[in-house]
């Protein structure tokens, strides 16, 4: 059993940037392959930034290529994600995502509000 909590989340003008964390419960956090998943109003959830495993290739979406960079760090049992030239259309609540194997589990999001 995994539990993630994020935090970092905030209003910011567009071009700023923001980091956010989620800090994960549990001893085996390293095993885990970690992602960031985000959700706009009237929307479906939708990829942000994810590792293919855990500290392995990393995948982004396109709209984000360039922008926002995910990364970890084990013995903090943390998972990062950096916002850079932040747009209006990248306001959305950000969801933590954590998969071992056949278990996935998610946090319960973070608000993430860009103003132009």
């Known amino acids: 059993q995994v539990q993630l909590v994020e935090s970092g989340g905030g209003l910011v003008q567009a071009g700023g940037s923001l980091r956010l964390s989620c800090a994960a419960s549990g001893r085996t956090f390293s095993s885990y392959a970690m992602g960031w998943f985000r959700q706009a109003p009237g929307k479906e959830r939708e990829l942000v930034a994810r590792?293919?495993?855990?500290?392995?290739?990393?995948s982004y979406a396109d709209s984000v290529k360039g922008r926002f960079t995910i990364s970890r760090d084990n013995a903090k049992n943390t998972v990062y994600l950096q916002m850079n030239s932040l747009k209006p259309e990248d306001t959305a609540v950000y969801y933590c995502?954590?998969?071992?194997?056949?278990?996935?589990?998610w946090g319960q999001g973070t608000q993430v509000t860009v103003s132009s």
């Open positions: 995502n954590a998969r071992l194997r056949l278990s996935e589990y």
């Open positions: 590792e293919r495993w855990s500290g392995g290739t990393t």
